[in-house]
C-alpha cells in the first residue's frame, strides 16, 4: 500500500532513507533547511557532499519549506542530529496544526539530549503531543547508509511500544535487500542505538593508536556489557543488546571505516585535537555529545560505566588517551557477569 511520506532531514541517512521509499512505491517529500542542497537534490538528483557518486529518483522530490514537505503525508519520519531534534518537531509542529493533518510518526537518529538526558521519542512525544499525531516508532540497527545506497543486504528493528505500528513501518521499508524486524523495547533500541557511537569513538582510536583485534573486540564487548546496565536501570529488556539495535550496531559502527565516530576516533588516535575531527568531518559525530549525556546520567543513576568515564575524560578533559586505556586495564580484576 503506498503512502505519503515526509522525510525530514537530507544529509547521508534521511536522503538515503527517502531514496528507498520512494523506490518502494511511496510519495515521498525530502526536506532540507538548505536551500542549496534542495535545489542539487530535484536538478541534478544528487547530494553529494553527503553521499558520493549516487543518483537518486527522479520522483523524489526535495523541498525546502517545511509545510510544503509534510502536505498530506500520512508518515512523517525525523532523520536529523539528535540536537536537531527539538527545533524540527517542535516547527513541525506548527505545520501539522496549520494542516489539520495527524500522521504516524518515525525517527531513526541515534543520541541522546544533551542536559534533558531525553531519548530522541521522548523529544518527539513532548512537541508533537499525542492529540498532533499518531504513534512513534524508532527504526534502528547496523545500517551504515553508503551500504544501503549500494542496496546491499541490511536488517534493522523498528520499535514501538504499539506492536502494529512498528509492523505498518515494516511493511513500508521491507523490500529485497532491507528487511525489518519489529520489536516493543523503545527504550532498549534507543539506548543501544545511542550509546554504539561512544564505543565506535573508541574502537576508532585503538585502530589510530595501532591497538590489534583482541582490543577492539574486548572494548565492544565491555562497552556492551556497560550499555545493557544503563538499559537495566530504565527497565530495557536485556535481549534488545543481544539483537539489531545492539551488537549488530556496535559491530558495523565499531569496525568500520563507513562509520563517522569510529573516522573520528580514529583521527583522536592519530593525535588530532576534538576540535579539528569536528571541523573536519563536515557531518554529524552523534557519539561526542552523547559521551557527555551517557556519563552524566550514568553518574546521576549510580551505573558503573568505566569505559564511557574514560572516553568522557578523554574528549572532555583533555586526559591522554593511552593513559585513560592503561587506566581501563589496571582496575581491579572482577567477575565477568
Ligand atoms: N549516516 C548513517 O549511515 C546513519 C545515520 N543515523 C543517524 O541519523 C541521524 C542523522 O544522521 P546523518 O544523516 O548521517 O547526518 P548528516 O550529518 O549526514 O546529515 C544531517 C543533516 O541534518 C541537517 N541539520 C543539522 N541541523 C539541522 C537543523 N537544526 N535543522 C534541520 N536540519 C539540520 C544537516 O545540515 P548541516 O550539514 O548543515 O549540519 C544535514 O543536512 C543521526 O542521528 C545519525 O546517528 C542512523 C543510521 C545510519
Ligand atoms: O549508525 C550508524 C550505522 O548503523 C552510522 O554510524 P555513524 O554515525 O558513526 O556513521
Known sequence: MSEKIAVLGAGSWGSILANLLDENGHDVSLWSYKQD??????????????????????????????????????TVLFVVPTKAVRSVASQTKRALAELHTKPALIHASKGIEQDTY??????????????????????????????????????????????SAAEHVQKLFMNR???VYTNTDVIGVEIAAALKNIIALGTGALHGLGYGDNAKA????RGLAEISRL??????????????????????????????????GDELGKGQSLEEVI???????????????????????????????????????GKDIREAISDLMQREGRSEF
Open 37 to 74: 542542497q534542495v535545489d542539487e537534490l530535484n536538478q541534478h538528483h544528487t547530494n553529494t557532499h553527503y553521499i558520493k557518486d549516487f543518483t537518486y529518483s527522479e520522483t523524489l522530490v526535495a523541498y525546502s519549506d517545511l509545510k510544503a514537505a509534510l502536505k498530506d503525508a500520512t
Open 279 to 317: 571541523d573536519t568531518m563536515g557531518m554529524v559525530i552523534e557519539g561526542v555529545a552523547t559521551t557527555k549525556s551517557a556519563y552524566e546520567l550514568a553518574k546521576q543513576r549510580g551505573v558503573d560505566m568505566p569505559i564511557t568515564t574514560a572516553i568522557y575524560q578523554v574528549l572532555y578533559e
Open 177 to 179: 535487500y532491507f528487511r
Open 231 to 264: 538499559g537495566a536501570s530504565f527497565g530495557a529488556n536485556p535481549l534488545t543488546f543481544i539483537g539489531l539495535a545492539g551488537v549488530g550496531d556496535i559491530i558495523v559502527t565499531g569496525t568500520s571505516h563507513n562509520s563517522r565516530n569510529w573516522r573520528a
Open 218 to 221: 574486548a572494548l565492544m564487548t
Open 118 to 163: 531525553k531519548r530522541v521519542s521522548e523529544i518527539l512525544a513532548e512537541e508533537i503531543p499525542a492529540e498532533s499525531r499518531q504513534s512513534i516508532t524508532v527504526l534502528s540497527g547496523p545500517s551504515h547508509a553508503e551500504d544501503v545506497a549500494k542496496k546491499d543486504i541490511t536488517l534493522v528493528t523498528a520499535a514501538s511500544t504499539d506492536l
